[in-house]
Every structure is written in C-alpha cells, then in structure tokens.
C-alpha cells in the first residue's frame, strides 16, 4: 500500500473544487445530532472511496480497502501513535534468537458469526494467503515463513498446501519458524495481511470478499457498491481497540472536493484529504476541527542507476541536485503546507529515524551548482523526473523541476505518464529516462522498512536498481543482528552511508490534512496518516 | 417501410461490430497493465500476475479475446472488471440511468429552449433580436463546457446558493438541472442557429406565399406548415446529439460529480478496465445508432415527399 | 430512395447538414467559369462582412501571437520564481508588461504563458483541420465516385468512426500514448475527426458526378484521376470548406478539455489547456489564474467559429 496510497488520495485533482464560504452547521450549536441522511444515530461517517478488490485481508493493498478490513479485522498486534507495539488479539509475540516466534492468542475471542478464533484459523488463513494458487496480493508477505517457497514456488502451481514452518501448539498457541532470522519480523505482524480467517471463508471465498465475516471491533452490515459500506460497532469484542461509536458509514466520493463540501454542510464526519482546491482556506472553514500532522510516509525522486544519466554517476552529483531543491518554498507553496521538508531517508514516527546532520537536504543554489559542476555534472545536462499525472503530482514536479534548473542549470523536464499504471510499466521495463517519483508509505514502523526494501541490490520495490556492496553489508549487518535495538543501529548506520550513495533524493514526509464534523469528536490520526476510527466519538 | 426498417437495421450490425472492434483494439493497445498495477509499487511475482491473466483470458491473442467478448455480449455478458471482479453490467446499470436522465434533461432543454429561441428570432432576421442570439449562440459555442461547468457552479451554487454544487448518488432531477443546462448548451446554440436559419428561409418559400394566398389563417401557417418544413433538419441534428451529449458527459458528469458512464469510463480507462470501456461505448453507440434509425423514421412523418420503400 | 436518403443523413454539426451541396450543385450546374465566379463572390461578401473582419483581424493577432511569441513578451514562460511572485495578483495597468495577468503557482507569468500557449492551440486547430480535409475529401470523393461496393465499404467505415463519441474516443486514443507531444493530440484528433468531411464530401460528388461536363470529361476519355481532381473536386469542395472552418475552432477547444482532463498536453508544454487545469485547483484562492487562460480559449475559438459563419455565409448564397 505504498505509492497507490498517496495516488489515489489526490486523484481527484482533476474535478472542480467549489468555493464555499457557508459555514455548515448554523447556529443552534447544541444540536449535536448529525443532519445526515440515512446514518443510524451513533455512527460516524468518512469519505473512503470504492474499494478495488473484495475485502479479503490478504487481497487488498490500497488505502481504501484497507480502511475497511483495519475495521472489520484485528491481526496479533497493532501500533501507537509513535509506532510502539500495542498487542491486540496476541497476548504475547515472543522470540530467542529472532529466528522461531512463539504466537500466544488471548483466548475466547469469537468471529462475528461466534466460531472461535484458535491458532488453527490463523495458520490456516497463513497458508491460504501465501498459496500462489490463490492470487493474494500481499502473499510476499508471508515469504519470511520457512516452507514459503514450496507454497509459492517462483514458477507454476504450488508443490504444498501448508507452510512447515507453521505449527499449532494449542488451541491457543502456535509457532512460526522463519528461513533466516529477522529481527524486526514482529513489526510486520501488525498489518493487517496477517488477520485471521473464519472456517466460513473456505466454503465461497468469492462471497466472503463481498460480505466479510472477521474477528474486529466492528461487524460488516452492506456494501452498496460505489456508493458506501457500513459497519456496525462489535459489542462482543474484547481487544483494546473497541469502538466507541455504534458504527461507520465508508462513503465514496468522485472527487476530494465533493467530500470536503459535504463535510461543511455536515453531511460528512471525516474527510482524510483536504483537496488541493481546499487547501488554501481549511483552515479558516473548520477552525479547530483541522488534522493537519505528518505520517509515516516520505516521497522522494529517485535516480535510476541504467539510465544513460545516472549510470556511474558521481553520487556528489545527486547531492548538488538535491540541494538545488527549494524544499521549504515548495512545501509551503506549492504543495500549501501538505508535507514537511525530509531531512533523512526515514519520516518521523518511525523506530531509528534520526537527524542526519547533513546539508544535502538544504537549499544552497550556488554549492548545488557547484558540487554538480565540479563533480563531472549530468550527462547531457538534462535530466527527466517521470511521473503519473493522474496522482495529483503535476504542480510540485514542475516546481521541483523549476528549482533544479534555475539553481543548478541543469535542464529539467516533467516527463507526465497519463496514470499510475503507465508509470508502473515503464519502471519496470527498465524505460524511466532518468528519475521518477517514488513514494514510500511505512508497512510497519522501523526504518529497515525504508532502506532495506528500497535499496538493497535486487529488493523488491528497488525499481532505481541501486546497487552496492557496502550498502548490501551494512544491510546484512543489521538482519543478523540478534535484538530489535541492535537491528535499527545497524541500519542507522546504513543510512549515513545512503547519504553519501545518494540512491534517492529524498524531498519531503507526508502530511494528513483532514477534518472533522461537529458531530464527532477525538479524532486523531496513526502511523500510517489513517484515522483511528475506533477512537471517534459521537457527540 | 418495414422492409426499409429491417434494412437499416441489418446495416447497423458491421457499424456496430466495427465500432465495438476499434475501441477494443484501441484498448488492447494501451500500455500499462492493468493486472500488474494492482500490485502497486510493491513486488510483483511475475508467476502470479501470469496466473490471474490466464483465469481473465487477457493472456490470449487479440482476436481471441475480441470473439469471446462478442460471443459474451450475445450472452448478454458484458465482462467483468478486473480489479473488483464485479460484472461490467452492473457498473453499466448503476451508471447508466444516471447519464440517460442527465442526457435526457439535456435534450429536452435543448429542444425546448433551443427551437423557442429558434423561432423568436428566425420570424425576425437580422432584427435586432436576431443579432442578439446569434451573439448569444456564438459565445455559448465558444465557451468551452468545462468552462461554462465552473462558471456556472460558481456563480449558481456558491454566489447565488440556488442549486447544490455536487451531485449526491442518488442524482435527483433538480441536482441534474445545472449539469444537463451547461451539457447542452453546445447543442442549445445549434439548435436555436438551425431554426433560425430554416424557419428564416422557409418563411420565403413559394408554398407560403400559396398557404397565404389560399387565406389560411395564420396560425395555421405557422403551426403546420412552416414548422413541419422547418423541423427536418433541427430534427437530423438532434437525433445525432443524443450520442454526442452521452459522449459530451464525460467532462460535465466530472465536474458536477455526477456518476454516471462518463464518470465511470474515465475511471475504467485510468485503471485499463477494457471491458467497461469498451461496453460503455459500445452503448453509446448502439443509442447513437438506433437515434439515427428514428430520425430518418421521423423525416417520413415530417416531409411526407420521403417514402421509404 | 434510400441513396438520397443517405445523403440527407446527418452531421454531428448539423449545420452543415443542410445546405451544404446546394451551393456546389448550382456552380456544378453551369460552366467552370462560372465556379470561379461563386469563390470571387465569395470573397467580396467576405471583405464587407464585419464578422468576417473581425474574426480575420483577431486571427492575424493570434498566429502571429502562435508564430512570433516573442514579439508580445520577453518574458520566459517556463521560468519560475516561487518565492517571489506565487500566485502573484494581476497588475491590470502594466499593459503588456510580465506582471499584467499576475502569476501562476509556480509564480510563473502568466502573460508569456498565455501568449507561449497560443502556439500550440493554433498548431492543433490548424494541423488537424488539414488533415482531416484532405483524408475527408479523399474518401467522400473515392466513395462518392466510384460507388458500388468501394461506397458501401468506405462508407461503413465512415459509420464506424462517426459512431464512436469524439471526447471519449480521443481520450482512449491518447492513453495508447506514453509521450504526448502536440503531434500525438493532432494524430488522435484527425483520427477521428475526418469523418464528418467525408460524408459531405462524398454527398457533394454524388450530384456533381451526374453533372453534363463530368460526363462529357468521361465521353473525351479523361483519366479518372483527372476528372477528379480537375472536374469534381473543384466544384465539390465548397461545402467542405465550410464544414472545416467551422470545425477549426471546435478542434481548439478538443484540445484545451482534453489537456484540462489531464489527458492532452502535459507540462513542460505550454499550452492553455495545461493552464487552465492546473488554475481549477485556484478556483477559490486565485480565481484569474484559471479565467485568463479560459477567455484566451474562448476568444479564439470565438474567432474562428465566426469565421466558419462568415464563409459558410459567403459560400452558401441559400443562407442569405
């Protein structure tokens, strides 16, 4: 759920915005219930979108269907605002030597159709998400897991049904032995990938997807396709993170503007995306019904090391780009205040981010120039940041574009792909002429997360194919690592030498600039820039 | 008349196939896959996208997948989306409706407005009031409708409140009223050009002079004979609009937020959802096509000189 | 008499619908001197018509605008100072000056833009009615001229692109394109666009093939060729002059809603419709970075709309 993310949030660019200077609500103020049709009185409501694939867990990878599984389902353990580890249906994720985890479920926990949830509907789901016959997006997830390869071969169709290195203990415990240690590999556990399965899912999984039967704080009630999906508040859920609404109504929005709009007139309770239309003035229409805090999620240029630009390049050649971005300006103008200037590989809210103490990140024109003059300069000084132009990103690429040429005089040029899928494609066809636009989304809270998948020789989503052998070390060191702790040092040590590697250009950390309806109150954001929904109280 | 219906109606079939080929071989295309996308930025496993192309039948050869399309819509099977594994006839049903009411509005503003305005100025050429619509129509032309679309949800919805500036799902008539106004205002200016120009010309027609000569009254002159000779070729343009506007939507459905098929043929082609790009427009062009059939059926009813053998 | 039927069949325009080979058919009628005499009437209609001078007078401004940019403002349209001039306000009074239309979200000038963005606008309108003129006539006049089974199968095909909607099908014509220079805008659409030339095109030949000097062109044993394109296309083209000046500034506006769709045009290229995309997200902030370049579509497109009503005029002596 990475890059899709923060596609699809602004992917309403394209529509109209509405100028309304109509403050919703009026005056009779102590009128707490929301005016808005058709909601059961105690339920909140949010703008969501129409999820792209049936909500099955392991299926679904975008913000939208997301926000609904994340309510319907409850993995081991989730995270705090600060990225802590706050164990949910787990009692406890134990480890010795980061390599075989021990599982303990908190017992009597029951499915909404009252079947129990064992160990056994755990590693069951585990292996039918990973089975390659089975086509679940998030199925690499699970490729920590020894006997992964048997269940999901490279190649045709799977030679097992079950993974070997999942075993239940008892009704209630179960243990997971990895093919290589993975100190951080609890972390992962708290997406929601990992959520367990009802026996019902198996009889029709096809009608499962359309009408999901799971084990969190709220019970799936419809799904009026492209229209809504409401939930209905759990009331037998015994986790930490019971709802404290009676429910939530996920509407579906053609554009931003159209759910902010609504949201004034208050027939909307949460809106998770200002429009860029919007922007300039949501201050002034909400007042201090505002969320406007960053996340775990850093959007960077990425150079692509094949290219006939950046092949062999000098890495100091980067660094000068980098400082010929005017990050403060753009982020403030541009981009009206939607991110704060990035000043490492990692965003804040992660485990191990840290100050990198460097200048690459500052705008300095003349030693931008310099150091790309002295350094050999660009290859035909003239670079190209390839983008999809249905995500919104037009206006800052032009700007960031504007500010490489006038403070470096390297010619740069948008190179727009009509959509995501374009974008897609041409990175992985090895087509980007020179950079792209990358942005990374945390899947679990530790900086490995931004490094290691990113930037490893042959990562999974090392679409610059950057590659080099100390990086790899220093990778390797920090997996080998025997704790958590001694796993992030190793990586914060990696990062310092990214910096002088240059494998991106890091520009700035997301932003949620939100906003609420009187009628609801409490309403804060996680890691992720999502709403906790289950904290939103009705007034 | 009969033997003329079926005739046109036999010719429809390779217009129909032909059109519903083009789009399909357009589609098929496009780069970008949209199986691969759903992956996002994260790891593809090229086994598993395999996989999931074979179970959709996107894994084989062009003509292979255009004839099991075909022999799927004789099925009354319009595909199914890739990506929500819903069926395309059902995003058509929801979607539908919607579009055939705000086109539906469109047109019978543009008829109705359109020839009143028409006539008012085609009794009088070059009046005053003659020149006033024809500056009128002139700058509706040249406006295009994305810009009338927001001038008109600014100055409508926000300075004057009348009318709600986004369309809720339900898409009731008075929500249409500004969408369907600022759709057909293109045509509008057509329509009322063409009255004016006909009714203009028609007015000098020897069969006047007779009608009056005969010491018709002049109700009747007007009523029957000038407007029935007048209508023939208002009635050909409007009979090809219906199409155009549908098509037109896809810009007016957008900024007004209406989810109707242009709003959900712009989405389907983002996403390469083929088979809802190519039923929607395969639709569009079968109302295109059955709108031509009823126009060239109404021009027997208006000029009786035309028999269809 | 379904042949005659076919011809009277409809245009998307409509207006062209009607008179379109009347006009032809009373110049075919007599001698070929006389066709020149309809295109000399023509033009002194034209000189004394004041729409005619007006738009004419508007579209010397705006190819000169589309030609020499540089005559109108030395202002670089790419350049961009953010810190400076974001969303900069109008300064009406610095006529001609960079500042006179304030800045962009870029801070960029939004005067040089306009001017810069004529070219592109002009180039499309332009390319694309030649284009489709010259693939419009060529099938309407083989079609129209030799009949038979060419006819039937040229004109399905015709049916074939018209029924396709305009909007929706160049929108699916461009996505099959990664790079989208102007070229490919042109390409997509011409693609569609040549259809509607053909049909009065091939309308027009219909009548003038049965006219007596075709026949006796045929009788002295002329080369097809010659006959059409010494004896038909000449007296045939008169509608489809007027159908294609009228479409001029239909193209322009093609052009700037698919760029405001997101799907035309793309930065860095500069062209109104990019602007007036990129100036919705101002609507409520700075609303004149999205209405200057709007009017500067609107009144090009109004400049060569009254020009088509100004030649149709001229060309098309029913209408009078």
């Known amino acids: 759920m990475r890059g899709g993310k923060s596609a699809k949030w602004v992917v309403g660019a394209i529509v109209v915005a509405l100028s309304a200077t109509a403050c919703g609500g009026g005056s009779d103020s102590d009128d707490s219930a929301s005016k808005e049709k058709g909601k059961p009185a105690g339920y909140i409501s949010m703008d ?112 097992a049904e079950t993974m070997k290195g999942l075993k239940v203990v008892d009704d209630n415990t179960f243990t997971i032995d990895l093919t290589a240690p993975v100190p951080y590999f609890e972390y992962k556990l708290g997406y929601y990938t990992f959520a367990p399965l009802p026996e019902v899912f198996y009889k029709d999984p096809k009608a499962f997807g359309q009408a999901p039967v799971g084990n969190g704080p709220y019970i799936f009630q419809k799904w009026d396709h492209k229209k809504l999906i409401q939930v209905k508040a759990n009331p037998d859920y015994t986790g930490p993170d019971k709802a404290k609404n009676k429910g939530i109504l996920f509407k579906n929005y053609a554009t931003v503007e159209a759910a902010y709009q609504d949201l004034l ?97 500052t705008f300095d024109p003349a030693k931008a120039k310099k150091l790309v003059a002295d350094n050999g300069g660009v290859p035909g000084n003239k670079i190209w940041i390839q983008y ?17 040429r006038n403070a470096t005089g390297v010619d740069c040029v948008p190179d727009a792909k009509p959509d995501f899928q374009t974008d897609l494609e041409a990175r992985d066809a090895k087509q980007v002429k020179s950079m792209y636009r990358g942005g990374w989304v945390a899947d679990y809270p530790v900086n490995v997360n931004f490094m290691k998948e990113l930037f490893a020789t042959g990562a999974e989503a090392n679409t610059g194919f950057f590659s080099d052998k100390e990086v790899d070390a220093d990778f390797k060191k920090g997996d080998n690592a025997t704790s958590l702790d001694d796993s992030i040092k190793a990586y914060q040590e990696a990062e310092k030498v990214l910096l002088e590697k240059m494998p991106s250009i890091p520009l700035w950390e997301y932003k949620t600039n939100g906003g609420y309806s009187k009628a609801v109150d409490n309403v804060a954001i996680d890691f992720h820039g999502d709403y906790v929904l289950t904290d939103v109280t009705v007034k | ?90 995003i058509i049903a929801d979607a539908f409706p919607i579009t055939a009411r705000l086109t539906f509005f469109a047109f019978a503003f543009t008829t109705v407005v359109g020839i009143s305005m028409g006539i008012f100025a085609g009794m009088k050429a ?58 057909g205002s293109l045509s509008l200016a057509y329509v009322a050009r063409l009255t004016r120009t006909s009714i203009a010309e028609n007015l000098r027609a020897d069969y006047m002079r007779t009608a009056t000569a005969k010491g018709l009254p002049r109700r009747r002159i007007i009523g029957v004979h000038l407007l029935r000779n007048s209508m023939i070729p208002v009635v050909t343009y409007l009979g090809t ?45 079968v109302v295109y096509l059955v709108a031509s059939l009823l126009v060239d059926l109404l021009y027997a009813v208006l000029d009786p000189r035309i028999r269809y053998a | 008499m379904p042949e005659t039927l076919k011809d009277t069949e409809t245009t998307k325009d409509g207006t062209a619908a009607v008179p379109g080979p009347t006009a032809a058919t009373m110049a075919a009628s007599t001698k070929p001197e006389k066709a020149r005499s309809l295109w000399s009437d023509a033009w002194h209609d034209l000189r004394r018509n004041p729409l005619f001078v007006a738009s004419a007078i508007l579209i010397t401004i705006l190819v000169v605008m589309a030609a020499f940019p540089q005559l109108f403002t030395g202002a670089d349209p790419r350049y961009a100072d953010l810190a400076n001039h974001y969303l900069q306000k109008p300064n009406w009074s610095h006529v001609f000056k960079e500042d006179w239309f304030g800045y962009d979200v870029q801070g960029r000038s939004i005067y040089a833009r306009v001017i810069h963005g004529a070219r592109n606008s002009i180039l499309v309108a332009l390319v694309v009615t030649a284009l489709v003129t010259v693939i419009g006539t060529a099938t309407g006049m083989i079609a129209g001229y030799f009949g038979g089974l060419i006819d039937t199968l040229l004109s399905r095909v015709t049916d074939i692109f018209f029924a396709v909607p305009f909007t929706l099908g160049a ?101 109104w419709g990019v602007d007036i995309s990129s100036g919705q997200e101002q609507l409520r902030n700075a609303a004149f970075v999205l209405i200057i370049p709007s009017i500067m579509v609107s009144i090009t497109v109004l400049a060569f709309i009254m020009l088509g009503d100004a030649v149709r005029n001229a060309l098309d002596p029913k209408l009078r």
């Open chain 1, 388 to 404: 999809n132009a249905d995500g919104g990103h037009k206006e800052w690429v032009t700007a960031v574009c504007e500010s490489i």
């Open chain 1, 265 to 361: 007139s208050g027939n909307l309770d949460l809106v998770k995306q200002v429009g860029p239309k919007d922007l300039p003035k949501y201050k002034q229409d909400l007042g201090d019904r505002v969320i406007d805090e960053p996340w775990a999620g850093i959007q960077s240029i990425v150079p692509v090391f094949y290219s006939k630009t950046f092949k062999g390049i000098n890495p100091k050649v980067i660094q000068g780009l980098s400082m010929g971005i005017d990050r403060k300006t753009i982020t403030e103008k541009v981009l009206n205040g939607t991110r704060n200037p990035a000043t490492s590989f990692t965003p804040p809210g992660v485990a191990g981010h840290q100050n990198l103490n460097t200048d690459v990140f």
């Open chain 1, 48 to 159: 969501n979108g129409e999820p792209q694939k049936p909500l099955i867990p392991a299926d679904t990878n975008e913000s939208v269907g997301a926000n609904v599984i994340r309510s319907l389902f409850t993995q081991l353990l989730t995270f705090d605002k600060d990225g802590g580890i706050v164990y949910t249906n787990a009692e406890s994720v134990t480890t010795k030597d980061s390599k075989t985890w021990t599982v303990k479920l908190k017992p009597g926990w029951k499915f909404h159709d009252g079947t129990p949830v064992t160990a056994e509907t755990y590693v069951k789901a585990w292996n039918w998400y990973s089975n390659v016959d089975n086509k679940m997006q998030n199925s690499f997830w699970f490729s920590d897991i020894d006997g992964y390869s048997e269940v999901h071969p490279d190649k045709g169709a799977a030679k």
């Open chain 3, 171 to 271: 929108m699916v014509v461009l996505t099959s394109f990664e790079e989208r220079s102007v070229w490919v805008v042109i390409l997509a659409l011409a693609f569609l666009g040549w259809t509607q030339i053909a049909r009065v095109a091939r309308g027009s030949v219909l009548t003038i093939k049965q006219a007596d000097y075709v026949m006796a062109a045929k009788a002295l044993g002329a080369s097809t060729s010659r006959i059409l394109l010494r004896h038909i296309l000449p007296n045939a083209i008169a509608p489809v002059i007027v159908v294609a000046t009228i479409s001029l500034g239909g193209y322009i506006g093609s052009e700037a809603t698919l760029s405001f769709l997101g799907i035309g045009l793309a930065e860095p290229a500069v062209s």
């Open chain 2, 241 to 285: 609009d219906i199409g155009a506007l549908m098509g037109g939507a896809v810009v007016t459905e957008g900024i007004f937020n209406v989810k109707g098929v242009g709003w959900s043929v712009f989405g389907a082609l983002k996403q390469r959802e083929g088979a809802t790009v190519v039923g929607i427009v395969t639709l569009i062009v």
């Open chain 2, 126 to 183: 070059d009046s005053a009031r003659d020149r006033v619509l024809l500056m009128v129509t002139l700058l509706l032309i040249s406006v295009p409708s994305f810009v009338l679309g927001f001038l008109g949800q600014y100055f409508f919805a926000f300075q004057l409140g009348w009318v709600q500036p986004n369309v809720s799902g339900e898409a009731n008539w008075n929500e249409l009223f500004l969408p369907a106004v600022v759709l």
């Open chain 2, 1 to 90: 008349m009969g033997r003329y219906v079926a005739r046109r109606l036999l010719q429809m079939i390779p217009v129909f196939i032909g059109a519903t080929l083009l789009v399909f071989c357009m589609m098929y295309a496009l780069p970008g896959d949209p199986v691969r996308a759903l992956a996002g930025e994260q790891a593809v496993d090229p086994a598993q996208i395999a996989a999931m192309k074979k179970d959709l039948g996107l894994d084989l050869p062009l003509w292979h997948q255009y004839w099991n399309y075909l022999t799927g819509l004789l099925h009354g099977d319009f595909g199914t989306q890739i990506a929500s594994g819903q069926p395309v006839a059902d």
